[in-house]
């Protein structure tokens, strides 16, 4: 039992300075730490290890819990990045609701069977999900090949739309699109759009944003197969890891780019799209500086974005200006991608 006692000890200590060095990820460039960002990445393994760890040191009684504990308190702020807990908000009669949302549709791939051929049981699920969000007024999309394209314009009644051909990325809206853009990264299969809409007497600005996603082999493909089925293996979990710095990086500059652009806006903005990152890392301190994160302001849990093989995984988001109440943010885990649908009820 000493055995087991001190080997708690001395990883409940790895687990410490592992915990620490993840506070500090947001504030240290990837470029400038490898291993400060990798720990940012699994933060919210951390967390979770952190209090499984204080449980059992109070059971066995050990000095340790209240370290880690005390850890815990001492990281609140970034804890609650990850995992949140909000009271309910009630919205106000006299101001119009806006209801707004981003999907990475990942093409649609979960509609089609292995051999190429649609699966139509699924399809009309997705066509019974897509008409079930139909009150959106705003919805920015990601990985949305001419599959998705098919079934929203189906589905749903968006008599405007901002999409480019060849670009994955795109903004479909309820009211008129009155100027519109993107910002180029660079790269074919990830842009960031972005469109003024007019709603009522008013103009907001909305960007839908895809960046850099993490690949296992470290290498950008110009294009991207709309029917391959991808398959999650540990082989390319750890190439993710490998390689992580480098796309980290690159998500780092297009987020910068983004609010450059942002700051030069006349109207109040919202910035949704999926980050391809969670909240302890330097790009999300990046992209959400003076913005309001619609997860902590109405989210409960974990609020995870990704079916994929980390639990709780954040990687999808809505930022929003301080000019928007945000009454509620809401995850619609739906089987049509490996992502989930984030939403958000706004008042403005």
């Keep these: 039992m000493k055995i087991v006692k001190r080997l708690f ?13 993840a506070y500090l990820a947001p504030y240290i460039a990837p470029s400038n730490s490898t291993v400060i960002s990798s720990l940012g990445l699994v933060f919210s393994g951390l967390v979770v290890c952190n ?5 059992i040191g109070l059971i066995w009684q050990s000095k340790m819990a209240m370290v880690s504990l005390l850890i815990l308190f001492l990281g609140f702020p970034y804890v609650q990045n990850t995992v949140n807990f909000s009271l309910p908000k009630t919205a106000s009669k006299k101001l119009q609701t806006l209801h707004v949302a981003t999907y990475n549709t990942q093409f649609s791939k979960p509609t089609i069977l292995p051999d190429g051929s649609p699966n139509q049981k699924m399809i009309t699920q997705f066509d019974s999900f897509l008409t079930s969000v139909n009150h959106l007024d705003i919805l920015g999309v990601q990985e949305c090949g001419w599959r ?6 189906q589905s749903m009644n968006f008599p405007y739309k901002h999409t480019i051909e060849d670009i994955y990325t795109g903004i479909y809206s309820k009211h008129p699109i009155v100027n519109k853009g993107f910002v180029d990264f660079g790269q074919q299969i990830n842009k960031c759009l972005w469109a003024d809409i007019a709603i009522g ?11 850099a996603p993490n690949r296992h082999d470290g290498k950008i493909p110009a294009v991207l197969d709309q029917n391959q089925q991808e398959q999650v293996n540990y082989f390319k979990i750890f190439g993710i890891f490998q390689h992580y710095p480098p796309f980290a990086s690159k998500r780092v500059k297009e987020a910068a780019m983004i609010r450059v652009h942002q700051r030069k806006s006349p109207y109040p903005c919202i910035i949704a799209g999926d980050f391809n990152d969670p909240p302890q ?10 913005l309001k994160d619609t997860f902590l302001e109405d989210g409960i849990g974990f609020g ?17 200006a301080n000019q928007f109440k945000v009454i509620k943010h809401q995850i619609l885990a739906e089987p049509f991608s490996d992502h989930y649908m984030v939403k958000a009820a706004l008042q403005f």
């Excluded at 000890?9 to 060095?21: D, E, K, P, Q, R």
């Design 281 to 290: 890392t330097f790009m999300y301190a990046t992209i959400s500086e003076d």
């Design 9 to 21: 000890t001395i990883t409940n200590l790895l687990l410490i300075v592992a915990t620490c060095g």
């Design 148 to 153: 998705t394209a098919e079934r929203i314009q």
């Design 201 to 211: 007497k008013d103009t907001i600005r909305f960007y839908t944003a895809h960046l």
């Design 51 to 55: 209090f499984l760890y204080f449980f």
């Design 304 to 320: 995870g974005t990704h079916s994929g093989p980390v639990p709780g995984l954040r990687i999808d988001y809505i930022l929003v």
